[in-house]
């Protein structure tokens, strides 16, 4: 994060294409830089020349593939793409969370998330804050803690945004004012140390997740992710302009709409000082969990602009049809979706051969796509608009891909003929895959399962994945809603994992080949305000960690 790892993905149906097209713009997925892995918080040095992102999960990594993120790099080639990703190192890195926060104007002080305590316990601790490295002979130097007077983040999670002339800091923490989770606050340089964070207001901040800041080059715009403003989907980015100097007088924040936000998770929104590109991550189209876009901005900056400006014109409201015209209006007939389906390689985007299930109203069709004569495997079919489709696809050498999505006539991707595409993307057993255990519900309170028939229809599915693949290990995390004391949680946590694992085991799987991880309610997915997001928090996760 600006940026936060605090979400965790459940498979989900990918489009082929690597453009969105969105009002004439294209967001344009870097290729170079995206991977199976999770890549988040892009930023571009002053330059133009380097973008700089987080990476979780890789084993590169200097903590391997538990870290929750290191800074990696690219550098701009001659040609305008992007060269192959780098990790900047453990100077930058440490085992815990890095992000780049942003740079001096010539490029020589780079301001990161969090910071290495040596004099820490057990040998030194990785410390919630921001801290500032420079560049000299050809190299960053250890970097070190901003002062911030009464620093206080209650999250383990961070993110922030430093302004160009390296006097205003807005972070993402929860503090003293916070609404309800994480909220934006500005602190402001004085001397060496910086001021004591003050809560940007109420018109900003929600009782939910405010995330991943940005603020313009004139101090005078902000840009931020939150689920808390309604929005496209679980995380959406918005803006909204500062009225006056108290920092706490904000215009309505503003959705960058579907050109940018999706159904997906969208973080880390950045204009670079050339203000020609911005750069943004999503989970939507990914190939991995995040992917790094870049979106070309083309006046769309000044349009946004007007939209926080100035109110929305009236509406005047047609007139109504006359009664005999409505009363001759034909019964609509059934809206029939042509769709041409494909399976593809996550990380190659190659045709997979693949053995594949749908289920839909009262019918199932099975296709092997081996049989399938063309190069690029693409099958067609037809459904009734609004039915609900369920896929499921198996494949050697893959993790098996369920999920269920609907025939809907509005499309994004469309081939030569006009119809919907649908790619549905297999991930290879890959070390640092992340997949929730759908459907795996706990009662309250409780490590028993609420469903025992339900869940052990969805962990018979697990224990086949691990028994089909000998030589996967995985991790299993648990995770609770936040209604109760945070030990207590962790421990309840704990137990449930626990149950899962025992499960497996009883079912012939090794004990050794799994890992047990309680995290209570530090990493929600859904909201903890009513039963509904609670219930969905509490839940099992499982990561591939050895293959």
Not at 44 to 64: E, I
Not at 134 to 152: D, M, R, V
Not at 324 to 331: A, H, I, K
């Amino acid at each position: 994060m600006p940026f936060c790892l605090k979400y965790i993905l459940t498979p989900i149906l990918f489009f082929t294409s690597i453009f969105v097209q969105a009002q004439g713009q294209q967001h344009i997925k870097i290729d170079s830089v995206n991977s199976a892995y999770d890549e988040q918080n892009p930023r571009l040095s002053p330059d133009g020349k380097r973008l700089y992102f987080t990476r979780s999960g890789h084993p590169q990594n200097v903590g391997g593939t538990r870290d929750r993120g290191d800074i990696w790099y690219a550098d701009l080639k001659a040609d305008g793409t992007w060269a192959t990703a780098q990790n900047l190192g453990s100077v930058i890195n440490h085992p815990g969370l890095n992000g780049v926060v942003g740079f001096s104007a010539d490029g020589n002080t780079i301001y990161l998330l969090n910071y290495f305590d040596p004099e820490g316990p057990a040998g030194g601790t990785i410390r919630n804050g921001v801290s500032r490295s420079t560049f000299s002979n050809g190299q960053w130097s250890k970097p070190e803690k901003l002062k911030i007077t009464y620093f206080a983040n209650n999250s383990e999670y961070i993110s922030a945004s430093i302004s160009a002339d390296e006097k205003v800091l807005i972070m993402s923490l929860e503090s003293f004012q916070t609404e309800g989770n994480e909220d934006l606050y500005v602190t402001f340089k004085q001397g060496d140390n910086w001021i004591q964070p003050r809560n940007l207001g109420s018109t900003i901040n929600t009782f939910s997740e405010e995330w991943s800041p940005f603020l313009s080059a004139d101090k005078s715009t902000l840009y931020f992710s939150s689920n808390g403003h309604g929005g496209e989907g679980s995380r959406d980015i918005y803006v909204s302009k500062r009225l006056d100097e108290s920092w706490t007088n904000w215009t309505t924040p503003v959705n960058l709409g579907s050109d940018i936000n999706s159904k997906g998770v969208e973080l880390g929104y950045a204009i670079p000082t050339t203000g020609d590109m911005a750069f943004f991550s999503s989970t939507q189209n990914s190939e991995g969990f995040g992917d790094i876009f870049q979106y070309p901005l083309s006046g769309a900056e000044k349009t946004i602009q007007e939209i926080v400006l100035e109110p929305e014109p009236e509406v005047e409201e047609a007139d109504p049809a006359p009664k005999e015209e409505l009363e001759t209006t034909p019964v609509s007939q059934k809206v029939m979706v042509v769709m041409t389906l494909q399976v593809l390689d996550k990380e190659t985007g190659s045709p997979v051969d693949a053995q594949v299930r749908l289920s839909f109203a009262e019918e199932t069709t099975e296709i092997d796509t081996r049989e399938i004569e063309s190069e690029d495997k693409k099958w067609i079919m037809s459904f009734e608009e609004g039915t609900r489709i369920m896929v499921n696809i198996t494949a050697d050498g893959y993790l098996n891909y369920n999920e269920e999505f609907v025939a809907e006539s509005t499309a994004i991707v469309v081939d030569a003929e006009g119809n919907k595409v649908e790619g549905f993307q297999l991930t290879p057993n890959t070390v640092g895959t992340r997949i929730q255990i759908e459907k795996i519900l706990f009662a309250r309170g409780e490590a028993a399962f609420a469903d025992t028939v339900q869940a052990q229809t969805r962990l018979q599915e697990l224990v086949t994945l691990m028994k089909d693949n000998p030589e996967i290990a995985i991790r299993l995390e648990g995770h609770t809603d936040n209604q109760g004391n945070p030990v207590r949680l962790k421990e309840l946590s704990q137990s449930r994992v626990d149950a899962v694992k025992q499960y497996l085991v009883e079912k012939g799987i090794a004990g050794s080949r799994i890992e047990t991880v309680g995290l209570g309610g530090e990493k929600p997915i859904a909201r903890n305000v009513n039963e509904t997001g609670r219930s969905q928090n509490r839940r099992v996760e499982f990561i591939v960690i050895r293959n």
